[in-house]
């Protein structure tokens, strides 16, 4: 009699082999958001005021992109159903068929604990911390709760999205400044006006997915109206790390005047409300806003780095 | 005594994909290591192995 029966060797219903590539695995942290993140943790941790040794922050840095990327993962894997029914997200490994779920439930947690780990020990425990709470409020928070229960779920959840210059800044210092509270603050309301700008255009795509975005729940004009009354607090919020002597006056000018141009673009989402031109108007305050962030963190950076330059040529 | 299991036969997409898998595995643990190595130089110093035993 063997102990081994031909059944242990054979498959089991459940049983999968899977055919993901490596670039499938790197899909799966939404290596674009991760580029953000890193950009934006990397502002953060140039504004505090303590001196980190090059190699330390750019092993902080690749941490908590990492973290980034893992709440991606999981975003996906507890995502899926939905991500099939929408034509931007279908062609995600997961919907497309190329990896089963359980390979990327798996990934995203090894890659978050990993994360976590690896900052606590390379940079400080609070930045560890911070790191996973932004994991935690991503998946669990937004992902799993917020997202298809209510439609202020990227109001709340842009929580996670804001939080990777405090990370980048507590990783520097050990902990919370009001410099990198302020970059948070930009960041938080910054996001529903650019999201809001995009479901306008996909809102019959939401729809079919079942969630609740803004314009699906409240119809287009509250959301056109919402818009505009958060780039009315952003405008001048941008003005903030300035008013804080974080950065020269040059900043100052550049993001009144993004924070007038954002304006204007609201203001057309706003006003234009019929005709061919409707969803041109969101589509392009989608597109400014993005380059509107991009441009205020790079000169933060830019600057920080040309006296980082000047002070080392100095001597 | 020839003893033949009749397990699992992979495709050839399965097999490239599992050996692609592999190779990024692979490095991804080099990079790790290289990372730990650079930073644990970096925040002790160069003279950390030079010390009384």
Not at chain 1, 41 to 64: C, D, E, K, W
Not at chain 1, 229 to 238: E, K, N, R, S
Not at chain 2, 37 to 48: D, E, M, Q
Request: with cysteine; aromatic share 10%.
């Amino acid at each position: 009699m063997s102990l081994i029966s031909e059944n242990d060797f054979g498959v089991a219903e459940n049983f999968h082999v899977s055919v993901a590539s490596p670039s499938d695995y790197l899909a799966l942290l939404k290596p674009r958001v991760m580029s953000l993140v890193i950009f934006t943790a990397l502002t953060g941790l140039l504004i505090a005021p303590s001196h980190v040794n090059p190699v330390v922050g750019f092993a902080s840095l690749l941490a908590i992109a990492i973290g980034a990327g893992a709440s991606g993962a999981l975003n996906m894997w507890y995502d899926a159903d939905i991500d099939a029914l929408m034509r931007r997200t279908q062609k995600r490994p997961i919907p497309a068929g190329r990896m089963h779920r359980d390979d990327a439930l798996g990934f995203g947690l090894v890659l978050s604990v990993l994360s976590v780990m690896t900052l606590g020990i390379i940079a400080n425990w609070l930045a560890a911390a911070l790191l996973a709470f932004t994991i935690f409020f991503y998946v669990v928070v937004y992902t799993m709760w917020l997202k298809r229960s209510t439609p202020q779920n990227i109001v709340i959840g842009g929580a996670a999205g804001a939080l990777p210059p405090i990370v980048g800044y507590a990783a520097a210092t050990g902990e919370i400044g009001l410099a990198s509270i302020a970059l948070f603050a930009i960041i938080f309301v910054w996001t529903p006006p650019h999201f809001w700008a995009l479901a306008l255009v996909k809102s019959d795509e939401y729809g079919r997915a079942g969630i609740p975005m803004l314009p699906n729940v409240k119809g287009a004009d509250r959301t056109r109206r919402d818009i505009l009354l958060y780039a009315l607090v952003l405008a001048p919020l941008g003005l903030v790390p300035w008013f804080m002597g974080i950065t020269s006056l040059a900043y100052g000018i550049i993001a009144s005047a993004l924070g007038v141009v954002m304006l204007v673009f609201a203001a057309r989402v706003f006003y234009i409300r019929t005709g061919p031109r409707v969803d041109r108007c969101a589509m392009q305050l989608f597109g400014f806003s993005i380059l509107y962030l991009f441009l205020l963190f790079a000169v933060i950076a830019g600057e920080r780095m040309l006296a980082m330059l000047v002070s080392i040529l100095a001597g | 005594m020839e003893r033949k299991i009749q397990g699992l036969v992979l495709t050839p997409e399965q097999l490239k994909a599992r050996r692609q898998r592999n190779i990024a595995i692979g490095l991804a643990i080099g990079c790790v290591a290289l990372l730990f190595y650079a930073v644990t130089i970096a925040k002790l110093g160069p003279g950390v192995l030079n010390r009384p035993l």
